[in-house]
């Protein structure tokens, strides 16, 4: 007998001034609203990683906002390695990053996300390299922030005993990376590759334990944003992986940013999964 995965749906990043009065309550002051919005979300992904390392403390208290059981948070990571080191050279530049604080969420780190530069081509060795140098156990994800230098502006974060499966997902957006062998590379390390749902990036390709998608589209391109029957359609397939014993994280993202919250609650609500306040 399988094991059923679990769907989670959210938004990239929390803080958002249209919301206040559409998604969040009216009234509501700012420093409850990530409270709330797990409260009615899966899962949320932490954009501010990508600007900067961010500190232990940081980390902790996001836990302790979003104390709902089964809410947990993505990690975007950071743009110094994605963008400027471009995923070469970058081993202490990663130690620096995973020693900074991820660790503090404790039961509450879901995946980290790794979201590459449209002008950034694909290069087997270095994505290869960069692959290996990803932590999938504790003892790796410890070992490498070990190595955490002097840049880092607080001491190493390495508890690693209050987690569960480290996982990486990477969002490759430049078509050089359509190649056949990519999804290969990817499965090998078990790196999910993100799925956009656009009309250039319409696959929902797995090629890891578990699905990563930061939808974009609709793949249509009609510009109507996502309407109940696309709404429809993305929950029969979240239950397909589900059913298949795959998570499935699913975030809805920047086209239509103001109705992010309601898709995600809507395709929460489509998969069967209720939450008080329903």
């Not at 949320?44 to 961010?54: G, S």
């Not at 974060?157 to 590379?185: M, Q």
């Not at 992986?241 to 103001?258: N, P, Q």
Request: charged content about 25%; proline content about 7%.
């Amino acid at each position: 007998m399988s094991i059923q995965g679990t769907i989670r749906t959210g938004t990239a990043g929390w803080v958002f001034e249209p919301w206040r009065g559409t998604f969040f309550p009216e009234g509501l002051v700012q420093k409850k609203e990530l409270a709330y919005a797990s409260s009615r979300l899966g899962t949320i992904e932490i954009n501010a990683t990508f600007r900067a390392n961010q500190k232990p403390e940081s980390f902790r208290k996001w836990a302790g906002e979003a104390a709902r059981e089964g809410f947990v948070f993505s990690i975007k990571g950071p743009q110094l390695v994605t963008h400027i080191k471009r995923l070469k050279n970058c081993e202490a530049e990663l130690a620096n990053f995973f020693a900074s604080g991820p660790l503090a969420l404790g039961g509450k780190l879901g995946p980290f996300v790794w979201q590459l530069p449209p002008n950034l081509v694909y290069d087997r060795g270095t994505l290869r390299t960069f692959l290996g140098l990803l932590p999938r156990r504790a003892d790796d994800y410890v070992a490498l922030a070990s190595k955490a230098d002097e840049r880092l502006k607080s001491p190493p974060y390495l508890d690693a005993s209050a987690f569960g499966p480290i996982r990486h997902a990477i969002e490759l957006r430049n078509p050089s990376f359509d190649a056949p062998e990519v999804n290969d590379l990817l499965a090998e390390h078990n790196v999910a590759r993100v799925i956009a749902d656009t009309p250039d990036n319409p696959a929902r390709d797995l090629t890891a334990d578990f699905a990563y998608c930061r939808l974009q589209g609709p793949a249509r391109g009609d510009g109507q944003g996502y309407q109940p029957n696309d709404i429809a359609e993305w929950a029969d397939t979240a239950k397909a992986w589900a059913a298949a014993g795959k998570d499935a994280f699913i975030y809805f993202v920047h086209e239509d940013k103001l109705h992010a919250p309601a898709n995600a609650i809507a395709l929460r609500q489509a998969a069967g999964i209720t939450l008080p306040g329903d």
